[in-house]
């Protein structure tokens, strides 16, 4: 097929991004990709709080796809369509994306294309590595926790997921607890490397069930409970018991995460036996002592393990693009009566 040049639009969560990926399916190329996080402003509320997402996306949407334009030497005239992540997510911010690529398609005549958060992430692999369908899934970030069976672009299994909270949000949970900066994973990793995961007996709430499902709530009330414990003998928490403790709950969350891809891959093969890859997305894949463990599985199973570069598992609009890049293939546009949607299974 002939490259096609597509602008992305990312911002249903706390990220306001825009990208332009040209190519074709099986080769695609990012040439711009901007990100402007929402980290610093959300910092004192200890979480995302909608309300003022909804405005920093409103008013930094613009420009963030300026820049994309200009950083990719393209102007809108140029693009062959928009993409626009239409949900999952926080309902301000999809808004503010949507309305401002419908805006953008009226008046360029660009066609628009509606693009679902997930299907983005979990096409991820495909534009990083060029990993080929069927392929298990398993996206762990702070707002996501699932295990699909990825068939085609438009073809998805939900083989299971977190029935609470995702792994992503437990880490920044144990962090606040401990008294550890946010976000909490990469404070928490960094802890655990001088702790010892055996100090503390912690849960694996729902490894023995044979099912996909994983929960991480349990967890979290386990380390405030071990801490509250600690501080009642200590008078306080040494930092050999915070380090303990972290160690102690990032092996827990492996653990699962491992036990859980067990049983996913198992699901997988019996829906498409030809299953040969498992792929990783979202921030909390980041994390080494998750990524190892996974990475060990996969050579047990004899299955490859993909992993894209952190700032592509991360919320992005390069994967909004690519996602919208393989429905213009299949012709698969939307029109101005495109609508935001806080909920969106795959
Ligand atoms: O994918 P992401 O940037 O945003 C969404 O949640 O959509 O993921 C952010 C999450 C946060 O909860 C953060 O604490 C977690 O990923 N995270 C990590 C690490 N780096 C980021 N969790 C564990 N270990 C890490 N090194
Ligand atoms: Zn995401």
Known sequence: STPVTILGIESSCDDTAAAVVRGTPRNAGILSDVVFGQTEIHANFGGVVPEIAARAHAEKIDYVIGQALAAANTNVTDLDAIAVTAGPGLIGGVLSGVMCAKGLSAASGVPLIGVNHLAGHALTPQL????????????????????????????????????????????????RILGLPQPGGPSV????????????????????RDDCNMSFSGLKTAILRARDDVISDCGGLPTQARADLCAGFQTAVTDVLVAKSRKALTA????????????VAGGVAANSQIRDALKQFCVEESVEFVA??????T???AMIAYAGLLRFTDG????????ARPRWPL
């Open 268 to 279: 997988a093969r019996a829906l498409a036996p030809s299953v040969k890859t498992i792929a």
């Open 189 to 208: 990793e960094v802890a655990a490397r001088e702790g010892n995961a055996t100090a503390f007996s912690l849960p694996r709430p729902l490894l023995n």
């Open 315 to 317: 919320d992005n609009a």
């Open 332 to 339: 698969m546009f939307d029109d101005l009566t495109l609508s």
């Open 308 to 313: 894209p570069p952190l700032s592509l598992c």
């Open 128 to 175: 990083t590595d060029g990993v080929e369908f069927p392929y298990l899934m398993l996206l762990v970030s702070g707002g996501h926790c699932q295990f699909l069976l990825v068939e085609g672009h438009d073809s998805y299994t939900r083989l299971g997921g977190t029935i609470d909270d995702a792994p992503g949000e437990a880490f920044d949970k144990t962090a």
